[in-house]
């Protein structure tokens, strides 16, 4: 499967911005989809996931009450909603299907988008 994540830019703190990821080839459903974030300097971590079928959702305690994932298996595209945005959330945001395993465990997913830049300033 590709995955094509946009949708980043530059904010400022307190503001939203809702990143899309399209995905292509293999079908969709059969992934459970998360986000994670590279912010410079630093190591990638885990932000969302979500189920085939949006039964379970998962965040970082960093992001939870802020950020919201959601999925519209019928686009094929999964979302990431981000309120509130803060200038430690700075970073390259990536999407990536999992066939499974731990939803926060970078080494689950298969296949990762791009990338897409958000930058908050304060």
């Known amino acids: 499967v590709q995955l094509q994540a946009s949708g980043g830019g530059l904010v400022q703190a307190g503001d939203s911005l809702r990143l899309s990821c399209a995905a292509s080839g293999r079908a969709f459903i059969t992934y459970n989809m998360g986000w994670f974030r590279r912010a410079p300097g630093k190591e990638r971590e885990f932000v969302a996931a979500?189920?085939?079928?949006?039964?379970?959702?998962y965040y970082a305690d960093s992001v939870k009450g802020r950020f919201t994932i959601s999925r519209v298996n019928a686009r094929n595209t999964v979302y990431l909603q981000m309120n509130s945005l803060k200038p430690e959330d700075t970073a390259v945001y990536y999407c990536a299907a999992s066939d499974g395993g731990s939803y926060s465990y970078g080494a689950s997913y298969d296949y990762w988008g791009q990338g897409t830049l958000v930058t908050v300033s304060s």
């Open positions: 979500i189920s085939r079928y949006s039964v379970n959702t």
